[in-house]
T-cell receptor, first 113, second 115 residues
Framework: GESVGLHLPTLSVQEGDNSIINCAYS??????FIWYKQESGKGPQFIIDIRSNMDKRQGQRVTVLLNKTVKHLSLQIAATQPGDSAVYFCAEIPTSGTYKYIFGTGTRLKVLA | DTGVSQDPRHKITKRGQNVTFRCDPISEHNRLYWYRQTLGQGPEFLTY????????KSRLLSDRFSAERPKGSFSTLEIQRTEQGDSAMYLCASSRTGGATAEAFFGQGTRLTVV
């Protein structure tokens, strides 16, 4: 299938290691921040979200950290597996009453066997 | 329910032709979104419906683009007089109000190629 994100920043991680994917956002008033995973030829798939009044949220093998001081969001994936190979996008939902998702530049995660 | 469904998956059209894409959201979802994605970029917001009302349109949505959601269920996105710059993946997503998360569920997309 056609690749998503041919010229994206790439993070290569050894299988079993932890991955950290970073994202900078622009709107300090955003209410929600979300991480999506996109595999080649597929639509984005929700991973985890975090509200602006939190600084950490954990899911299954994933943790999202929010640093509002420097407008930085990160996704940590524990014990990275081959199935984690994909392009990862952060998205924000502004508090202006709109429900549109504003996506950032993606990061390609490559898991090395 | 199998999730958000988009049809067709792929469309090749000649410049100047009109195309129409369909999106069937998850049945209990009242919000529906259209996005456009080009290679190497994140999805860009085009428009958003709550039930049958189109509440927001991006400046990206020129007057050659029109979207409808006549009964608050499925939606169509029409592009008139297609241009090569319209070549992209068109993604539909749906979500519901009052959900526990901010999750929008995306379809597989329609890949448009204008030749």
């Amino acid at each position: 299938g056609e690749s998503v994100g041919l010229h994206l920043p790439t993070l290569s991680v050894q299988e079993g290691d932890n991955s950290i994917i970073n994202c900078a956002y622009s709107n300090s008033a955003s209410d929600y921040f979300i991480w999506y995973k996109q595999e080649s030829g597929k639509g984005p798939q929700f991973i985890i979200d975090i509200r602006s009044n939190m600084d950490k949220r954990q899911g299954q093998r994933v943790t999202v950290l929010l640093n509002k001081t420097v407008k930085h969001l990160s996704l940590q994936i524990a014990a990275t597996q081959p199935g984690d190979s994909a392009v990862y996008f952060c998205a924000e939902i502004p508090t202006s009453g709109t429900y549109k998702y504003i996506f950032g530049t993606g990061t390609r995660l490559k898991v090395l066997a | 329910d199998t999730g958000v469904s988009q049809d067709p998956r792929h469309k090749i059209t000649k410049r100047g032709q009109n195309v129409t894409f369909r999106c069937d959201p998850i049945s209990e979802h009242n919000r529906l979104y259209w996005y456009r994605q080009t290679l190497g970029q994140g999805p860009e917001f085009l428009t958003y419906f709550q039930n049958e009302a189109q509440l927001e349109k991006s400046r990206l949505l020129s007057d050659r683009f029109s979207a409808e959601r006549p009964k608050g269920s499925f939606s169509t996105l029409e592009i008139q007089r297609t241009e090569q710059g319209d070549s992209a993946m068109y993604l539909c997503a749906s979500s519901r109000t009052g959900g526990a998360t901010a999750e929008a569920f995306f379809g597989q997309g329609t890949r448009l190629t204008v030749v």
